[in-house]
C-alpha cells in the first residue's frame, strides 16, 4: 500500500505539485467535466424553452383558434411555473437526492413538451406549459447544486463557467430555431425538439450523475406554511411585473392587486422564515452572511439588466431597423459569444485570483460596452453597435462565474442546495423587476419620440447603463481572496 506524505521540512516539492497546490490549480477531472457537460443539457433545455415559443405565439393562436391576449399564457404560465418551483429546487434535493431529483425534473420537462405537441386547445397547452414550466424551472437550481457539492470551493468557478455557456445562447438560438420551425415545418415540432435531447440527457444521466446518498439526515419537516406564503407570493410578484410590462393582458387595477398581494405573502414569508423553529424552503438567514448576500445581490441586478436587455435589443433591432424576428434573435449573437467566452476565462481568474477584482472588471467592460446604446437616437454604424454588443457580452460574462462562485464559496457543501434555490429565486425576481420597469420606461420615452424611436430605446438603455453601475455596490463587498 503506498502511503503520500505531505513535505516535511527535509522534502521538496516538485514545480508541478507546487502549481496543483495554488488557488483554482486543482484539475477538473475527467468525471466532473462529464457531469458538468450532462447538467449542460437540461440548461441548454429550459434556456431554448424559454425563448423559442414566443416567435410561434402567432402561429399558436391561428391554429388552435385563441385569442392573442389568451395564447400570451402560453409564455406567461410557463414563467410562473417556473416561479413557483424554484423555491422548492433546495427541499427536494436535501430530502430526495440531487441525481433523482434532476432526473424526474427533466422527464417532467419532456413529458411536458410531448404534450405540448399533441395539445388540442389553449387552454390544454397553457396545462401543459406549466408542467413543461414545474420541470424547468427545478433542472437549473439543482444542475448547480449537484455541481457546487461535486467540486468544492477551489473549483467552483471553472466549473460554474461550464453552466453558464449554454444560457448564454440560448437568446439567440431560441428566436431562430422558433422562426425556422414556424416557417418551414410546424409550431408542434417547437416542443417535439426538447424529446430526443431530454431522452439522451437522461440516459447520460443515469450512466454519469453520482448516485445519492440516503438522506435520513436531512429528512426535516416540509415547510408547508412557507410554501403556501412563498410560492404563491413568488407568482404574484412575477405576474404582476410581467403584466405592467405588457405581457398579462389585465388591467392596471389587477396588476396592482397582484403586487400587493405577492409583497404581502411574501413579507409574511419573511417573518415567517426568521424564526428558529422551522427549517424555511428558502433560507433567509444565508444573506446575513457577507458573500452570499453581496453575490445575490449582483445576481438581483445582473439578472435585471439581463433579462432587460433581452427585451430591448430584439425590439429595437425589429421596430428601428426594421429586422425580422430572426434577425433580431442573431442580433443578440456577438453578446451571447462574448459572454460565453469570457465566463470560460473568469471562473478560471476567479478561483485563482478571487472574485471581487474579477467581477469589477466585469462591471467596467459591461458599462462601456452599454454606453453605445445610450446613443442609438444618433443612429450609430453597424459595426460599433456589433463590437459594443461583445465587449457587454466579455463583461457579462466576466461577472457571472465568478458571482455564481462567491454564492457557493460561502456556503458549506451540504448548504449548497438551499443556496441554489435562494440564488435563482432571487435572479428571476431580479429579471422579472428589470424587464417589466424597462419595458414601463420604453413605452413612456416611445411617446416623447414618435418620429424616431431610436432614441426612445437610447433613453431606455440609459436607465440600464445606471443599473449596470449600481451593481459595483455589492461587488465591493466580494472576497478580495480565492477560498483555501
Not at 462529464?34 to 433545455?45: N, Q
Not at 391576449?69 to 422548492?88: C, D, E, K, R
Not at 405537441?117 to 397547452?125: K, M, P, Y
Amino acid at each position: 500500500m503506498l502511503i503520500q506524505r505531505a513535505p516535511g521540512p527535509g522534502m521538496k516539492t516538485t514545480a508541478a505539485e507546487a502549481r496543483a497546490a495554488r488557488p483554482g490549480r486543482e484539475p477538473l477531472d475527467p468525471a466532473l467535466l462529464r457531469m458538468g457537460a450532462v447538467l449542460t443539457l437540461g440548461a441548454i433545455l429550459a434556456g431554448l424553452d424559454a425563448t423559442i415559443v414566443n416567435v410561434g405565439i402567432d402561429a399558436i393562436a391561428r391554429d388552435l383558434h385563441g385569442r392573442l391576449s389568451v395564447v400570451q399564457w402560453v409564455s406567461t404560465g410557463y414563467l410562473l411555473a417556473i416561479s413557483m418551483v424554484m423555491p422548492l429546487s433546495g427541499w427536494m434535493t436535501d430530502r430526495f437526492g440531487g441525481t433523482r431529483m434532476w432526473m424526474i425534473s427533466v422527464g417532467l420537462f419532456v413529458a411536458g413538451s410531448a404534450l405540448c405537441g399533441l395539445a388540442w386547445s389553449t387552454s390544454a397547452l397553457i396545462a401543459f406549459r406549466v408542467l413543461q414550466g414545474i420541470g424547468g424551472g427545478m433542472m437549473q437550481p439543482i444542475g448547480q447544486s449537484i455541481m457546487a457539492q461535486a467540486a468544492g470551493p477551489s473549483r467552483i468557478g471553472r466549473v460554474m463557467s461550464i453552466l453558464i455557456i449554454p444560457v448564454s445562447f440560448a437568446p439567440v438560438i431560441g428566436p431562430v430555431l422558433g422562426g425556422l420551425i414556424v416557417a418551414d415545418l410546424d409550431w408542434r415540432w417547437m416542443f417535439y425538439v426538447n424529446l430526443p435531447v431530454g431522452a439522451i440527457a437522461l440516459l447520460l444521466a443515469a450512466r454519469v450523475l453520482p448516485k445519492d446518498a440516503p438522506h435520513a439526515a436531512t429528512r426535516v419537516p416540509f415547510d408547508v406554511l412557507g410554501l403556501v406564503l412563498l410560492s404563491p407570493g413568488l407568482a404574484a410578484l412575477v405576474y404582476g411585473f410581467a403584466a405592467a410590462g405588457g405581457a398579462g393582458g389585465f388591467g392596471t387595477g389587477r396588476v396592482v392587486a397582484a403586487l400587493t398581494g405577492g409583497a404581502t405573502l411574501l413579507t409574511a414569508y419573511g417573518a415567517h422564515a426568521l424564526r428558529r423553529r422551522v427549517t424555511p424552503l428558502v433560507d433567509l438567514r444565508l444573506f446575513a452572511r457577507r458573500g452570499f448576500a453581496a453575490a445575490t445581490s449582483n445576481s438581483f441586478l445582473l439578472g435585471a439588466s439581463l433579462y432587460s436587455s433581452m427585451l430591448l435589443l430584439p425590439l429595437y433591432d425589429q421596430q428601428a431597423r426594421h429586422a425580422s424576428a430572426i434577425e433580431a434573435g442573431l442580433f443578440l449573437a456577438p453578446q451571447a459569444l462574448g459572454t460565453a467566452l469570457a465566463s470560460f476565462f473568469a471562473g478560471r481568474l476567479s478561483d485563482r485570483l478571487g472574485p471581487r477584482g474579477v467581477v469589477l472588471a466585469g462591471i467596467a467592460l459591461a458599462l462601456t460596452g452599454t454606453a453605445v446604446f445610450t446613443r442609438l437616437g444618433t443612429d450609430p454604424a453597424g459595426p460599433l453597435l456589433v463590437l459594443s454588443l461583445l465587449l457587454r457580452g466579455v463583461g457579462i460574462g466576466t461577472i457571472m462565474a465568478p458571482g455564481m462562485a462567491a454564492v457557493y464559496g460561502s456556503v458549506e457543501r451540504h448548504e449548497a442546495p438551499r443556496a441554489a434555490s435562494a440564488l435563482n429565486v432571487v435572479n428571476r425576481v431580479g429579471g422579472s423587476i428589470g424587464t417589466a420597469v424597462f419595458a414601463l420606461i420604453l413605452q413612456s420615452r416611445l411617446g416623447h419620440y414618435p418620429a424616431n424611436p431610436a432614441a426612445a430605446y437610447g433613453d431606455t438603455f440609459a436607465w440600464a447603463l445606471g443599473l449596470t453601475a449600481l451593481s459595483i455596490i455589492p461587488a465591493l463587498f466580494f472576497p478580495a481572496k480565492p477560498r483555501p
